[in-house]
């Protein structure tokens, strides 16, 4: 899907390209990788930068074109990974400016709904880089509220059961947090890196910088925060579970103790040799009566051992 806006008191959609316009590319097809790389003659390197699902935030300068790669949070389909991050790919040169993801995305048409609202424009292609920084910031924050609450609901989940699922899923909320961290520090390198091209430091709006880094931290914080918690409470569970296994197989073994006095005696009594009870009429009720009490006094022995 390609979409063209333009600035007016906010980001407005246009039907063609002009001059300094953003072109929003999700995506992309056949067509409009063509459109990407012969009309606009994009570098296919950056392009094959941007599919892989695995690149990390960077800057880079090719031919005067300009690549800067950020990674943002998506909702995920998979329900053992609800949320990951991918690149989003930031292109420009002169008066062309391109953004080109491989999935849709919330954060993108939230961003330019935002700046409708606001009534904010977008100064130069840096502003832009600047400002899709910080927005992503805000929906890692979003997300983490979610991430939250399914921590929450699996807490609620293992007090009721020992179960492994509920474990597991706590292990998969993990893996979204070290999907976030490690795209949050990556997008923190970049920001430094931006702030320090000499050519441009002079251009920055130093309030904006300041929100970005402020956001960045605190979703570094918190993902980090979130993350030591689910580390904590994943290993408490994990010895709850452990411990109750322990209690349930201590259980069955004083159990199977007791049930063996019997099957003991009954052994014992049972062989074909003469054990002074063969010609006595009582004599299986004597051995039942033994059998009663020995067990008797197993389970009391246990109980005062506190094994039941």
Same mark, same amino acid.
């Given at each position: 899907?390609?979409?063209?806006?333009?600035?007016?008191?906010?980001?407005?959609?246009?039907?063609?390209?002009?001059?300094?316009?953003?072109?929003?590319?999700?995506?992309?097809?056949?067509?409009?990788?063509?459109?990407?790389?012969?009309?606009?003659?994009?570098?296919?390197?950056?392009?094959?930068?941007?599919?892989?699902?695995?690149?990390?935030?960077?800057?880079?300068?090719?031919?005067?074109?300009?690549?800067?790669?950020?990674?943002?949070?998506?909702?995920?389909?998979?329900?053992?990974?609800?949320?990951?991050?991918?690149?989003?790919?930031?292109?420009?040169?002169?008066?062309?400016?391109?953004?080109?993801?491989?999935?849709?995305?919330?954060?993108?048409?939230?961003?330019?709904?935002?700046?409708?609202?606001?009534?904010?424009?977008?100064?130069?292609?840096?502003?832009?880089?600047?400002?899709?920084?910080?927005?992503?910031?805000?929906?890692?924050?979003?997300?983490?509220?979610?991430?939250?609450?399914? @921590?929450? !609901?699996?807490?609620?989940?293992?007090? +009721? %059961?020992? =179960?492994?699922?509920?474990?597991?899923? *706590? $292990?998969?909320?993990?893996?979204?947090?070290?999907?976030?961290?490690?795209?949050?520090?990556?997008?923190? @390198?970049? !920001?430094?890196?931006?702030?320090?091209? +000499? %050519?441009? =430091?002079?251009?920055?709006?130093?309030? *904006? $910088?300041?929100?970005?880094?402020?956001?960045?931290?605190?979703?570094?914080?918190?993902?980090?925060?979130?993350?030591?918690?689910?580390?904590?409470?994943?290993?408490?569970?994990?010895?709850?579970?452990?411990?109750?296994?322990?209690?349930?197989?201590?259980?069955?073994?004083?159990?199977?103790?007791?049930?063996?006095?019997?099957?003991?005696?009954?052994?014992?009594?049972?062989?074909?040799?003469?054990?002074?009870?063969?010609?006595?009429?009582?004599?299986?009720?004597?051995?039942?009566?033994?059998?009663?009490?020995?067990?008797?006094?197993?389970?009391?022995?246990?109980?005062?051992?506190?094994?039941?």
């Amino acid at each position: 899907m390609r979409v063209f806006y333009k600035n007016n008191d906010g980001l407005i959609q246009v039907e063609a390209w002009t001059p300094n316009c953003w072109i929003n590319v999700e995506c992309p097809t056949e067509s409009e990788k063509k459109y990407l790389l012969e009309e606009l003659q994009i570098p296919e390197a950056f392009y094959n930068d941007i599919e892989d699902i695995d690149e990390r935030p960077r800057i880079e300068i090719e031919n005067g074109w300009t690549l800067i790669i950020l990674r943002i949070p998506v909702k995920s389909n998979d329900i053992k990974l609800p949320f990951q991050t991918i690149p989003v790919g930031i292109v420009f040169k002169g008066e062309i400016c391109v953004t080109v993801s491989f999935q849709q995305t919330e954060m993108l048409t939230d961003f330019v709904a935002y700046t409708k609202r606001k009534r904010i424009n977008i100064k130069d292609n840096f502003d832009l880089v600047l400002k899709l920084l910080l927005s992503s910031s805000v929906w890692y924050l979003k997300y983490l509220k979610q991430v939250n609450q399914k @921590i929450k !609901l699996a807490e609620n989940n293992l007090e +009721k %059961s020992i =179960k492994n699922e509920e474990l597991q899923a *706590l $292990l998969q909320i993990e893996k979204c947090l070290v999907f976030f961290m490690t795209s949050l520090k990556g997008n923190d @390198i970049l !920001l430094h890196r931006i702030r320090n091209i +000499k %050519s441009q =430091k002079e251009h920055f709006d130093p309030e *904006l $910088l300041e929100d970005v880094e402020i956001e960045l931290r605190q979703a570094q914080e918190t993902t980090n925060i979130y993350s030591d918690i689910l580390t904590g409470t994943m290993d408490a569970y994990a010895s709850v579970i452990s411990n109750n296994m322990n209690t349930i197989m201590k259980q069955m073994t004083s159990i199977s103790i007791i049930l063996m006095i019997p099957t003991l005696i009954a052994s014992l009594y049972g062989m074909n040799v003469p054990n002074n009870l063969e010609d006595n009429h009582y004599g299986i009720w004597i051995v039942i009566s033994i059998s009663f009490l020995l067990s008797l006094f197993g389970v009391f022995l246990f109980k005062r051992k506190r094994w039941f």
